[in-house]
């Protein structure tokens, strides 16, 4: 019934940049650029959580959610960031919220499955329709 949909099938993956780029931003601004938390309050809550080198986590998943974000976005090496993002947030999930269980109302990590299988979605199927990583490969 709704077949005709499969010939516009490379703008999926457009949705999946935009939503979770943007969220990605969103979240990651504040903890690269603060005031609240910054990169020092966000290095003082990893490092409640038990993670090694927190100040440098803090840069490292910072960046990695706005740049990576900002990547998504624009469809430029989204295969890249898209790893990138996915490895985070099977970290925040088997190590921070595993025990919490999957619901987000006791803490847990839906939300965070969600972007993983975002992340993971564009690490297979690429940038779709609309994107700086097409123009680079077709050398517009």
């Known amino acids: 019934m709704l077949d005709f949909l499969g010939h516009y099938a490379a703008w999926g993956p457009v ?7 943007i969220t990605l931003v969103v ?15 966000f290095a003082q809550y990893l490092k409640s959580l038990g ?3 927190p100040e440098t986590m ?3 998943v910072a960046i990695a959610e706005f740049v990576g974000g900002i990547c998504l976005i ?10 990138v993002i996915a490895i985070e947030f099977l970290v925040i ?10 619901l ?7 939300w965070d ?19 700086l990583d097409n123009a680079i490969h077709t050398g517009l």
Do not use: C, D, N
């Not at 624009?74 to 960031?81: I, M, S, V, W």
């Open 15 to 21: 949705f999946l940049r935009l939503g979770a780029g």
């Open 74 to 83: 624009l469809g430029f090496l989204t295969r890249l960031a898209a790893l």
């Open 27 to 41: 979240h990651g601004h504040p903890k690269l650029f603060g005031p609240q938390p910054g990169p020092k309050g």
């Open 113 to 131: 499955w969600a972007l993983l299988t975002i992340a993971i979605s564009l690490l297979l199927t690429g940038p779709g329709r609309l994107a």
């Open 58 to 60: 803090a840069y490292v």
């Open 104 to 110: 987000m109302s006791g803490g847990g990590w839906e």
């Open 93 to 102: 999930i088997l190590k921070i919220k595993w025990s919490k269980g999957f």
């Open 51 to 53: 993670f090694a080198g």
